[in-house]
């Protein structure tokens, strides 16, 4: 229950890779920090599934969010099983691995939006024993048919999905979208 | 545009009481950090509008998360107005403030969804300056027909909103529900 108080959450993959070999674990926690500089963060248990996601990432300080498209939720979903070390989630949950650019840790293809981040702070929480990991956005790969005037990102266009709970993957539609707003020029209110 | 890259957002309005009165803030960073203690967190950036809510907040211990339903998407959008100090952004939104089971801070009666928090910790993120707020849920009010058998709550039943970017306001719909994923029992991927 407490997993649904907070409302919809963003659906993401992040990639990683390591000694071991690619990594590729879901998170529901992606949180926008700040445009300047571009920060993400998300929130990691120590004590759960992707823990070779944390391990790859101190190494190489580089990883991948990419975002979860209705196409593949399925897939996505399978990639919070409790895998075997040295085992890739890419492969075993039929999800392909993507090298651009030269950056080290694998994109995934199928993702409609791809971001290369670079790993700046890891944050405990002291009260439950969990950790913010904050990141730099180096590099974003979208459908430039997907980017609005002012620099937004349709996600409606990307397909992008949103998770409720633990399991629950939704479909998104846009019903309003309002301007910057001041007191000067509020609306009459219902 | 970093704004959109983390996916879809919750959508909440966060209530506190101080001094001056009732504010009421909206907020699209409200995370989940963990179940047990049940805790809730969310990113606040110090230089934008809802000062008044940190300063209540500090005083009190106690605020508010209510989520926002579709029916009142314009009203949620304009707290975000920069009100001069005393102004109630209740109401100079139209929105209703709301007291239950002598909690101090007010919630908001036309949520579907409501959050008594406790202020537990705040956490500085010292690279762009916000801070991460961590509150545990003391209790919960919602209507006991979107409470699913497993616990989880059903958003889509309670007309919960998502956001992205500053300014969209979607609507959800669920698309597919998976069981706890296992090494052992995975699908047959397309």
């Not at 949180?31 to 101190?58: C, D, E, S, W």
């Not at 085992?87 to 409609?112: G, Q, R, V």
Request: hydrophobic content about 40%; overall charge neutral.
């Amino acid at each position: 229950m407490i997993n649904s108080l907070s409302g919809y959450k963003s659906a993401n993959l992040i990639g990683t890779k390591g000694k071991k070999g690619e990594n590729l674990a879901i998170f529901s926690s992606v949180v926008h920090l700040g445009a300047n500089p571009a920060l993400l963060g998300f929130i990691m248990r120590p004590a759960t599934v992707p823990r070779n996601t944390l391990t790859n990432m101190k190494r190489s300080k580089h990883f991948t969010i990419n975002s979860i498209n209705e196409s593949f939720v399925e897939n996505a979903h399978h990639t919070s099983a409790n895998f075997k070390e040295g085992i890739s989630e890419f492969e075993a949950c039929n999800l392909t691995p993507e090298y651009l650019d030269n950056f080290s840790a694998p994109f995934l293809k199928e993702s409609n939006l791809k971001v290369a981040m670079k790993l700046e702070q890891i944050i405990d929480i002291k009260l439950n024993d969990t950790k913010l990991i904050v990141g730099s956005i180096e590099n974003v790969y979208l459908d430039e048919t997907a980017l609005c005037e002012n620099g937004q990102v349709d996600l409606n266009a990307l397909k992008t999905v949103a998770i409720s709970g633990l399991n629950r993957y939704h479909k998104v539609e846009e019903i309003a979208k309002f301007p910057y707003s001041r007191v000067s020029e509020l609306p009459e209110f219902k």
